[in-house]
C-alpha cells in the first residue's frame, strides 16, 4: 500500500517499535514526527478560526474548550498530518484487518482555555453499538500546536486499558499524561482510555485530532458534507478517496452503482451503468454460482 521511497522509508522509521507499544499499551508518542515548519504553517491558518469559534456547549465538549472540524478546507497544510506516511501505515496495520479500506473519522482542531476541568474519560469506540472487545473501529492522532503538559491540559491516556481490557468494568489501576511539544503525535486505540486533562494555566492548550476509522462505519464527521464534490474536487485521489469518495466493497458507499469518485470528474454523466466492487472472494463465489447455472442450463 505504501511506496518505498528514501521519503517515505525514512518516515516510516521507526513502525515496528511504534506499532508493538500501540498494540501493547493502547498508545505510543512519536516525539518529533513532524517539522516544526509545518506544524506553525498549520497554526498560523487556524489562528483566527480558533478566535471566531464559540465555546462548546455541554460538560462532555468542555465549556472552556472551543472544536471545530473540517480542517482540510480550513487550511491546505492539514493534509500533510492527515496522510502522514507512518500513521497512515500505523492505522493499515491497526485496523486493515476488520475492514477492505480505511476512512477519516475526523479532523478537528481542539483549545482548551484556562480553567477547563478534566474531561470525562472516555473511550471513542462507544461511538458505535458494535462487539466490543475483539475488533478495533478506530485509531485516534493528537497533534500538539502547543506544548502539552500536565499543567495545561495534556491529555490523559490510561495505558492497557483497551481491546478486552475496555471490557473490564473496574477503572484502569493509573493514567499519564502525554507530556509533548509541538510537531509530536500522541496515537491511541479507540479501545484506549483517555480525556483532556484539567488546564491550570493561564494560556490556552491548542491541538488538532486527526482520526481514522473502519471504512464501513458511520464517520463522527460527516465526510461528504464536511467536503463536498466542489471541495473534494481538488484533493488527490488517495486523499479523496480517504474522505469517502470511494467504495469499500462489495459495493457500499456507491452513488448510482459506482464509486462516488465520479462525483469529482469534471463532467458527471446523466446516465450511469452500476458495475460490481467485489472483494475477490465474493467475485469467485458468484462466479462459481454462475457455472452451476450453467451447468444446469439455466440463464
Known amino acids: 500500500m505504501f511506496t518505498t521511497d528514501t521519503k517515505t522509508a525514512a518516515s516510516l522509521q521507526g513502525f515496528e517499535a511504534a506499532s508493538a507499544a500501540l498494540h501493547g499499551e493502547g498508545w505510543c508518542l512519536l516525539p518529533g514526527l513532524m517539522p516544526n515548519l509545518h506544524v506553525e504553517a498549520l497554526a498560523n491558518d487556524l489562528n483566527p478560526i480558533f478566535d471566531a469559534t464559540p465555546f462548546c456547549q455541554g460538560d462532555f465538549y468542555g465549556n472552556k474548550t472551543k472544536r471545530f472540524g473540517s480542517l482540510l478546507r480550513r487550511s491546505a497544510h492539514a ?9 497512515l501505515a500505523l492505522v493499515q496495520e491497526a485496523l486493515g484487518a476488520y475492514c477492505d479500506t480505511i476512512q477519516l473519522n475526523l479532523a478537528q482542531a481542539i483549545e482548551l482555555y484556562p480553567s477547563a476541568p478534566v474531561q470525562f474519560p472516555h473511550r471513542d469506540q462507544d461511538m458505535w453499538q458494535g462487539a466490543k472487545g475483539e475488533v478495533e473501529y478506530l485509531v485516534n492522532v493528537m497533534w500538539p500546536l502547543t506544548p502539552f503538559t500536565r499543567s495545561n491540559g495534556g491529555t490523559i491516556i490510561y495505558p492497557e486499558s483497551h481491546g478486552s481490557a475496555a ?32 488546564n491550570r494555566t493561564e494560556t490556552t492548550r491548542r491541538a488538532i485530532v486527526v482520526s481514522y476509522c473502519l471504512g464501513w462505519l458511520k464517520p463522527y464527521e460527516n465526510q461528504w458534507l464536511a467536503y463536498p464534490p466542489a471541495i473534494a474536487r481538488s484533493f488527490p485521489p488517495d486523499l479523496a478517496a480517504l474522505v469517502g469518495y470511494t467504495q469499500h466493497r462489495p459495493n457500499l458507499g456507491n452513488y448510482e452503482g459506482v464509486s462516488p469518485a465520479i462525483l469529482l470528474q469534471d463532467q458527471v454523466p446523466e446516465h450511469i451503468a452500476a458495475i460490481d466492487a467485489l472483494r475477490p472472494e465474493h467475485i469467485e463465489i458468484v462466479a462459481a454460482h454462475r457455472r452451476s447455472q450453467k451447468i444446469e442450463g439455466r440463464p
Open 167 to 198: 471490557l473490564v468494568e473496574k477503572d484502569p489501576a493509573g493514567s499519564l499524561v502525554a507530556a509533548c511539544d509541538p510537531g509530536s503525535a500522541i496515537v491511541f486505540l479507540g479501545s484506549t482510555l483517555h480525556g483532556a486533562g484539567s
Open 79 to 87: 493534509a500533510t498530518f492527515v496522510q502522514h506516511p507512518l500513521i
